[in-house]
Every structure is written in structure tokens, then in C-alpha cells.
């Protein structure tokens, strides 16, 4: 099944492309384990993960989409998963309980596919801290003075050794 399907989508088809390799990788058509980044990870990941780290969730978004737009499939998931998880720390810091969930909730869908790292970024760590959030997200009220106070999700990454 996974030979039929291609790696870039043309335009227009991006969301059905993408809903069919997430099945495959889902169902266990295409193994998660066998996905290798291809080359060395690129430079934006770094300026990216220090965005985020400082807090900076939009603009972080922004650079990993320059990343996402030229990646193939399946790889294009990781750097999905960086993506939602930016931008549902944005709405959780702007206080906004929906865009929060369903962000965070496709972060949690995605970074299991990448476990326990990969392209040198601890992907265990970053859902744990997704899933820590989804909760806290979940509580009724929303406590956002708790979520605020506690300590906010990282992205940890190691730089890829040489040789």
C-alpha cells in the first residue's frame, strides 16, 4: 500500500495524502521504526527549538513550517508534530482552551510515531510534556494560573555527532 503512496502531495490533495500515510503508519502498513531523516537534521531545528525554549511559540511555528513545506512523507509527521505542539502552547499561552486542545491533541497523535527520538530531539520528553498539558487542558475549569506556573514544555535536542 505505502508504494502507491507518494511522498509529496499535488496541490489540492495535501489533507487526503496525509490522512492515508497517518493510516498506514497508524494500522501498521508502514512501521513508524523504519522512518529515517534524511541527511543530517536541518539548521532551522536549532533556531527553532531555542524559539520555543525562550517561549516564543509562533515564531517557532514559523520556522519549522519552512522545514515542513520541502519534507517528504512520513518525515513531514515530525516536523507536524513540532509544529502542533508550537502552536497549541501559542493558544495556551493566549489563553485560548480550544486551540489548545485540539493543537496539543494533535501533537499527542503524532509524537508517538517518532519515540523515543529522532532527528536528535528527545521526542519522549516533548510528549510527556504534551500529555502533561492535554490533562491540565482537560480539568473544568482550566486553571491557567497552574498551567502558567508550572514548568512549560521543552524540546530537548542533541546535536547529531559527526562521523
Not at 8 to 35: C, M
Not at 58 to 70: A, G, K, R, S, T
Not at 86 to 106: F, L, W, Y
Amino acid at each position: 500500500m505505502t508504494e502507491a503512496l507518494p511522498r509529496y502531495a499535488n496541490k489540492g490533495q495535501r489533507r487526503k495524502l496525509e490522512a492515508q500515510w497517518l493510516a498506514a503508519l497508524e494500522n501498521g502498513v508502514y512501521h513508524p521504526a523504519s522512518i529515517q531523516l534524511q541527511g543530517d537534521a536541518p539548521p532551522h531545528l536549532f533556531d527553532a527549538v531555542r524559539l520555543f525554549n525562550e517561549g516564543q511559540y509562533w515564531e517557532c511555528h514559523e520556522v519549522l513550517e519552512e522545514v515542513w513545506l520541502d519534507t517528504p512523507y512520513p518525515q513531514r509527521f515530525f516536523w507536524s508534530a513540532l509544529i502542533k505542539l508550537a502552536v497549541g502552547m501559542h493558544h495556551a499561552a493566549r489563553r485560548n482552551p480550544h486551540g489548545a486542545r485540539v493543537k496539543i491533541g494533535d501533537a499527542v497523535r503524532l509524537l508517538p510515531l517518532f519515540q523515543p527520538n529522532f532527528a536528535g530531539v528527545d521526542t519522549a520528553t516533548a510528549l510527556s510534556d504534551a500529555l502533561r498539558l492535554q490533562q491540565a487542558l482537560r480539568a473544568q475549569p482550566i486553571d491557567w494560573v497552574a498551567i502558567t506556573n508550572k514548568r512549560q514544555p521543552v524540546i530537548i535536542v542533541q546535536p547529531q555527532r559527526e562521523g
